[in-house]
């Protein structure tokens, strides 16, 4: 079965650190890429998302990400944090048969002032 | 432009009881997904609808989990009767639905319904 792994469930760092979030999938088709952020106490919406063209695909607020075809990853940047990057991040990955979306465990960030 | 919209956003009930969520979606969306957030876990797929046809219900637990769009906009999804490991966040989602299947569309989220039972 298709599956998504994010290594760190939990990231602290402080402001101005580089942050780097990894996501890594299991499937060796065709994909389409996810990065969904979840402030605290507001819905999931999306990041950015990888569908065809540069790998290398650029967000809002500053974070972009990187599609390794060769190693199914799909890891997250952000070259210096911000208090207000505090969130749940999850990846997730449309692959498979029926191109359902599967989604990796979160990895929650938290950002020292 | 209003978001996905779902009530309750809390639920308590006992088990073996049953329970109805509510979802709207945005105005002209034609894909909707119901998904189910265990704690510590990501969302998992239990049905997705195009207009008021299922697309994939694969992980819905069918002896228990019943969901329906009339008329391809709102959406209801029951559990009857509930189980302690039903505890968690659901959440509903839109998409355009241009594209087969959702793939590769941006989905937008409602705020989720907690449910607790006991």
């Known amino acids: 079965a298709q599956s998504v792994s994010q290594h760190n469930h939990h990231v602290i760092l402080s402001e101005a650190a580089s942050l780097e979030l990894g996501c890594n999938y299991s499937?060796?088709?065709?994909?389409?890429l996810f990065w969904y952020v979840q402030y605290p106490g507001q819905h999931l919406q999306l990041l950015l998302k990888?569908?065809?063209?540069d790998p290398l695909v650029k967000g809002i607020k500053g974070f972009e990400a990187e599609f390794i075809k060769s190693k199914f990853s799909f890891n997250l940047r952000k070259p210096s944090v911000q208090w207000s990057d505090t969130a749940e991040y999850f990846c997730?990955?449309?692959?498979?048969?029926?191109?359902?979306?599967?989604w990796g465990a979160g990895t929650k960030l938290i950002i020292k002032p | 432009e209003a978001g996905v919209a779902q009530s309750p956003r809390y639920k308590i009930i006992e088990k073996r009881q049953s329970v109805a969520f509510w979802c709207n979606p945005i105005?002209?969306?034609?894909?909707l997904y119901w998904y189910q957030q265990i704690l510590g876990q990501g969302p998992k797929l239990l049905i997705q609808?195009?207009?008021?046809?299922?697309?994939?219900d694969s992980q819905l637990p069918k002896d228990r989990f019943s969901a329906e769009r009339l008329k391809g906009v709102d959406s209801t999804l029951k559990i009857q009767p509930a189980k302690l490991e039903d505890s968690a966040v659901y959440l509903c989602?839109?998409?355009?639905?241009?594209?087969?299947?959702?793939?590769?569309?941006?989905?937008?989220f409602g705020p989720g319904t907690r449910l607790l039972v006991l």
């Open positions: 499937y060796g088709g065709t994909v389409n």
């Open positions: 609808f195009q207009n008021n046809g299922v697309v994939d």
């Open positions: 989602a839109s998409s355009l639905g241009r594209l087969a299947g959702g793939i590769g569309e941006t989905q937008y």
């Open positions: 105005s002209g969306h034609a894909t």
């Open positions: 997730a990955v449309n692959a498979g048969s029926n191109y359902q979306l599967i």
């Open positions: 990888y569908f065809s063209g």
